[in-house]
Structure formats: C-alpha cells, structure tokens
T-cell receptor, first 114, second 112 residues
Framework: KAGVTQTPRYLIKTRGQQVTLSCSPISGHRSVSWYQQTPGQGLQFLFEYFSETQRNKGNFPGRFSGRQFSNSRSEMNVSTLELGDSALYLC?????????????FGPGTRLTVT | GESVGLHLPTLSVQEGDNSIINCAYS??????FIWYKQESGKGPQFIID?????DKRQGQRVTVLLNKTVKHLSLQIAATQPGDSAVYFC???????????FGRGTSLIVHP
C-alpha cells in the first residue's frame, strides 16, 4: 500500500507570494491533518480535514487555509508569505482521524521563503 | 537528508548500548502519550504509546516509562542500532483529543 505523498518536496518562494501544498493520503483514509515543523517551535498542528470538512484547527493566522477534496486529497494554502513561514510542512492521514496512533505522516514539503 | 531541527538535545551512543531519551510534558491533564521517531527526510513514525493508567509499557526493543508525579516520560531503546539514529519526539494528548502536542525532540546518534 502506498504511503502518504506530498508534493512538491521542496519549494522556494518570495515574501508576499502565496503557496499551495498538496497531500495525497493513504488509500481509504478519510482524515488528513497538517502540521508545521520549525527549529524554533517544533511540530505544531495546523488543521485537520475529514470528509471535506475542517474538523479541527490549530492556532495559526487566517493566512493558513486548507481544503479537502472528495477523493480525500488535501491542499493547504499560505497567502502573503512571511519569512517565518519557512518550515517543513507535514501532512498525516488516518482512516477516521479519531486515534492519534493511527496517523501516518508523509515526508513533508520543505518551504523556504526569501 | 534534511535536518528536522537545530539546537536539539543530542544523545550519542555506541552501537549495542542501551539508550534512554527523556521528555517532560506540560499538561497535567494529559492522559495519553506517544513516542515518534523521525528519520532524516521523513515524517514522524509512531513507535509506542502509553495511557496514564500505566507506568510502563514494552514493545520490541523499546520501553516507555511514565511518571505522572513529575510529568516525565522516557523511552528506552535496548541494544541500539545505527538504524535507530533519528530525532525522537514525545507527544501528549488529553480529554479524548486525537491531536497530539509534540515535545521539542531529541536527536539520537548511534555510532557503529
């Protein structure tokens, strides 16, 4: 069974631009969560989608948004990029999203904002 | 591969040694804990979990100890191998939440 895939793996953007990252969950998984990983703040929860609806949201500004499609694939968007948005963005999928231990993480997208 | 963080606590051990990685958690109401392993260029991977009604749980070559009095978790890895080299995170959850709050991580380096 294929794992969680994220595209692109690496991305360089300029301050003020916007970016869209993509996550394809494991086949059959309906929950997709997004996390931001930085050296300073560690791993922080962004939001979780289940059946095309945002079910949980972390403490991030409105510049961070996401969506989920009917095939469970998910995208996250960051508008008006800031230098501090440079991070590894991880997505994780699970069957129903109701058990943390069943989350499977993708390899992440490394975003660099210059 | 890419690094997952700078200025992480680092534990260096020789192959075959036992490793102990420590974690202090923040929320006294947390009732479920997970240890993750993150290798370079990969996302975190579940290793072992423990509920707050337990103080010890064993897996294959790994043991997690929980001390709720001092809000402390440890992960013991027996007979550490070079493939164990990674960053290890503890995560805490409470109140039935399935969204983990991650600790800062410890980098384990295993020398052959």
């Amino acid at each position: 069974k294929a794992g969680v895939t994220q595209t692109p793996r690496y991305l360089i953007k300029t301050r003020g631009q916007q970016v869209t990252l993509s996550c394809s969950p494991i086949s059959g998984h309906r929950s997709v969560s997004w996390y931001q990983q930085t050296p300073g703040q560690g791993l922080q929860f962004l939001f979780e989608y289940f059946s095309e609806t945002q079910r949980n949201k972390g403490n991030f500004p409105g510049r961070f948004s996401g969506r989920q499609f009917s095939n469970s694939r998910s995208e996250m968007n960051v508008s008006t990029l800031e230098l501090g948005d440079s991070a590894l963005y991880l997505c994780a999928s699970s069957l129903a999203g109701d058990t943390a231990y069943e989350q499977y993480f993708g390899p992440g997208t490394r975003l660099t904002v210059t | 591969g890419e690094s997952v963080g700078l200025h992480l606590p680092t534990l260096s051990v020789q192959e075959g040694d036992n490793s102990i990685i420590n974690c202090a958690y923040s929320n006294s109401a947390s009732d479920y804990f997970i240890w993750y392993k993150q290798e370079s260029g990969k996302g975190p991977q579940f290793i072992i979990d423990i509920r707050s009604n337990m103080d010890k749980r064993q897996g294959q070559r790994v043991t997690v100890l929980l001390n709720k009095t001092v809000k402390h978790l440890s992960l013991q890895i027996a007979a550490t191998q070079p493939g164990d080299s990674a960053v290890y995170f503890c995560a805490e959850l409470s109140g039935g939440s399935y969204i983990p709050t991650f600790g800062r991580g410890t980098s384990l380096i295993v020398h052959p």
